[in-house]
């Protein structure tokens, strides 16, 4: 919280030494060709790895990580020194179990945890890229995941798994690299992102770019970060995480650190003290232009729109097998949604598991602890490794 | 002559009757749908055992997680509204078990069976049993009987029917039978012939192995 209300020292939002993870360099010979006809070399991925990977590369497991998350998927985060964002679900002994799966998961083009993005300097002048940096598509998101891929020597991922965005790649993969992708699991995503969700991501780059530290993307130039714009743009954006049960269970009406409503614009309720954290905490660990581009990839997105508007053309003859996860109190990325997926899948003939899971958690419920949803990925997995014969 | 279907296994536990021999009718390595799959148990002997490719539809959530917890490819849907969303003829054999008298629309299910599916397996309860048929004449009540154990007000058996009944639905929709199973007391099957009065009385259920009426085009017999 300290950090955070100070916004005037800028501080690089670099991982520190200790466990920046893998790098992969890929030099002006190897640009990521982008669907906005740009290129963007020389350019850089990092991501972690966990777990070993076996003699014939098949027991490789593509984790596609979320909007704010990042590739320390299953360690501690070096900013925040938080546990992995989805511990629960990937390390020994877990449902992607890494004493058997070689675990990988790297930062998303335009991110900010290493791999290229706004916050990097662009070679070409010297200086950050800041809007200059060409906008980026869940669908060069996963053409740079390829190329990752593909220096790690693995033809075939007997996994791609993730959730929200990280969903939206999983299904990119399973489109564009269908045999690539031995088994693809969306978790509470869509093959779109709704008027609703752009409206809301539009809120929050509105935020962002009125806050007169935004600078018109330049305020690393400038020595300054746009936080409070960053932190109001996570705040609405945490409530579209979570739902209404959720809130009242933990929340209610009741007031922060006091016996009486202040009769100002104090945090007076916990709900508005756990809001402010949430944002205070996030521009810790964020770029806003990141923040930027990357909800303008989500919007983008439109899986139906590359196939002719028939979302079952672009799985036509698929040999992958999907299992898609929702749960019932996401609205978000509601189930509507996710089942349109599993009709467009069942459709194109395709063999698919679709999974709803009884939680009143929100979207937020795929990062949590869900049991049902950890049975599901061990089940699905375990069934793809063994059918691949994967000890 | 069919004495006793043998118990077939999967995890230790036996396969019940009908199951199995509907497991019989299935050749190895098939493409096979399962609608109304339940817990999945049919769908992990032919995964296992018949090495098939095998998908279900299940109407209850809780039933498709437990499915895809054992590592089946199993999607949460309505035989009733969900079918018509696949393509035709993509499975060699779709199995509706125990639930063609649970659907709204019988014979929209069983018409978008015969597309969907090279071959159809349809098993019921047979509601011309002489057990149900004595119960009703002697009590003037609904029959509670252990194959039909609800009440007639809480019953999912909506469209309740006997084996003569389904042979006219059957051939309303042009299919030609293959092949039909009497279930005898439950525990085991075998070979009827379905016009025949005596299946009709004396058969707690029915399983039939049917195909689309094209077919049985050169058969001038069907």
């Not at chain 1, 906005?36 to 076996?54: E, H, Q």
């Not at chain 1, 003859?317 to 349109?340: I, Y």
Request: aromatic share 8%; glycine share 8%; hydrophobic share 40%.
């Amino acid at each position: 919280m300290s950090d955070a209300a100070s916004p005037r020292f800028f501080r690089p939002l670099t991982a520190p030494a200790e466990n920046p993870g893998h790098v992969l360099e890929l030099g002006p010979e190897q640009p990521l060709v982008l669907d906005s006809g740009k290129r963007l070399a020389p350019f850089t991925i990092a991501y972690m790895t966990y777990g070993t990977l076996n003699a014939a590369r098949s027991n490789a497991v593509l984790v596609c990580h979320a909007l704010s998350g990042d590739q320390f998927v299953a360690s501690t985060h070096p900013l925040t020194g938080k546990p992995g964002w989805w511990n629960y679900v990937v390390g020994p002994g877990r449902p992607i179990d890494t004493n058997r799966f070689f675990v990988i998961c790297a930062n998303v083009v335009g991110g900010c945890m290493g791999t290229t993005g706004p916050s990097e300097i662009d070679p070409s002048t010297g200086e950050p890229y800041g809007l200059t940096f060409p906008i980026v598509t869940i669908r060069d998101m996963v053409r740079a995941q390829a190329m990752l891929v593909d220096a790690l020597g693995i033809e075939q991922l007997l996994c791609v798994l993730g959730g929200s965005m990280g969903g939206m790649q999983v299904l990119q993969w399973a489109a564009s690299y269908p045999e690539r992708v031995y088994s693809a699991m969306p978790i509470a995503t869509a093959a779109r992102h709704s008027a609703q969700n752009i409206a809301f991501h539009e809120v929050g780059r509105q935020a962002i770019m009125a806050d007169p530290d935004w600078k018109g993307g330049d305020y690393a130039l400038a020595g300054v970060k746009p936080s409070k714009g960053l932190a109001v743009a996570r705040m609405a954006a945490h409530i579209t995480y979570l739902s209404e049960a959720a809130l009242q269970r933990k929340f209610g009406r009741e007031l922060h650190d006091r016996n009486a409503l202040s009769f100002g614009f104090d945090a007076d309720f916990q709900i508005e003290s756990y809001l402010r954290h949430q944002g205070m905490t996030f521009v810790d660990r964020f770029d806003a232009n990141s923040y930027l581009y990357i909800t303008r990839a989500m919007d983008y997105f439109d899986l139906a729109a590359d196939y002719g508007g028939v979302l079952a053309e672009a799985f036509r003859g698929t040999k992958t097998r999907f299992c898609l996860v929702s749960f019932t109190s996401d609205w978000l990325f509601p189930t509507s949604e996710n089942k349109r997926i599993a009709h467009a899948l069942n459709a194109a003939a395709a063999n698919v598991s679709f999974v709803e899971i009884e939680s009143d958690r929100g979207h937020d419920a795929f990062l949590l602890d869900e049991p049902e949803l950890f049975d599901t990925i061990s089940g699905f997995v375990g069934a793809a490794a063994s059918v691949k014969g994967i000890g | 002559m069919n004495r006793q279907t043998p118990i077939a296994r999967t995890s230790g536990a036996p396969l019940r009757p009908d199951l199995a021999a509907i497991a019989e009718m299935i050749p190895p390595g098939a493409r096979v749908l399962d609608i109304g799959c339940g817990d999945g148990s049919l769908l992990e002997y032919l995964v296992r055992v018949k090495n098939v490719d095998g998908r279900g539809l299940e109407l209850s959530q809780q039933n498709v997680n437990q499915c895809v917890a054992r590592g089946l490819s199993v999607v949460q849907g309505d035989a009733d509204t969900d079918l018509s969303e696949y393509p035709s003829g993509v499975f060699d054999i779709v199995i509706l078990s125990q639930t063609i008298q649970a659907t709204r629309h019988p014979s929209h299910v069983l018409r978008d069976l015969l597309r969907i599916g090279k071959r159809i397996i349809v098993s019921f309860p047979n509601f011309g049993h002489w057990r149900i048929r004595l119960s009703l004449l002697l009590t003037g009540r609904m029959p509670v009987t252990r194959t039909l154990g609800h009440a007639w007000h809480d019953t999912p058996n909506i469209h309740l029917c006997t084996i003569a009944d389904f042979l006219s639905l059957a051939q309303a929709a042009g299919a030609h039978i293959e092949k039909a199973l009497a279930l005898i007391n439950n525990q085991r099957t075998r070979p009827m012939q379905p016009n025949a009065w005596g299946p009709n009385l004396f058969a707690e259920g029915a399983i039939f192995l049917l195909a689309k009426g094209e077919r049985s085009e050169g058969r001038p017999n069907q």
